[in-house]
DNA sequence: CGGAATCCGTTACGATACTG
DNA sequence: CAGTATCGTAACGGATTCCG
């Protein structure tokens, strides 16, 4: 009985928006280069390599990847030698623009 | 020369906030535990585990530590029999609401 | 009740080398 | 240039047991 209450009291836990999210544009990559594209509108993949530090290729196109299949990335690639792919944001992902200059300001605040 | 334009150009990329944020906030279960901390403002180890869906107690523990170390939550234990042990946000762990109010929102808008 | 200790599998991440 | 492929390590996370 008291079980029930408590359970009941404290079900926003599961399938949390924010542990979703956290999942998905979070961990140690993606949240960068979100916010590099942010800033940067278009850039190709060599372009992300060298802006974001300590990177791998093989970490970067994974991520892409992700962010692609999210459809928070777009991917335009030319069939020229050498090859050329432009990254850019869609709309969903320009809207957590807000979001993660929140973020940011908080951290800058907040975290060493 | 145009290597050290694109450093210069990126540099935001470089100890990055948000990757702080992410490596400090974020993960798998730190974003719940602070939610459910908001909403019901004080709550024993115990109810926290139950509250969870799917936590056990070893990163219950854990996740609490960090986030007491960075401040975020305040511990409080009694000392009587059997043992009881209150955990609740800091200021500084309460000032996450609109942080993590508006990820909700767009997580609820956006992620499936 | 609120943990700590241990064991163990899975995943994430990183370095390096290679390719169309 | 824009990736794959391969391999090794480290961190994460879960299950179980034990204890004051």
Redesign the pocket.
């Known amino acids: 009985m008291a079980e029930k209450l408590i359970e009941k009291k404290y079900q926003q836990a599961k399938e949390c928006p924010i542990t979703i999210f956290m999942e998905q544009i979070g961990?140690?990559w993606k949240p960068v280069i979100i916010w590099l594209l942010i800033l940067n509108e278009v850039m190709?993949?060599?372009e992300l390599d060298k802006a974001i530090n300590?990177?791998?290729?093989?970490?970067l196109?994974q991520q892409?990847k992700d962010l692609e299949r999210l459809k928070i990335v777009k991917r335009k690639s030319y069939p020229v030698i050498?090859?050329?792919?432009e990254y850019r944001l869609t709309e969903k992902g320009k809207s957590l623009k807000e979001n993660l200059t929140s973020i940011m300001e908080w951290s800058n605040k907040n975290l060493k």
Not at 82 to 85: A, L, M, T
């Open positions: 961990g140690k190709r993949f060599n300590g990177i791998s290729q093989k970490m196109s892409l050498p090859p050329k792919v």
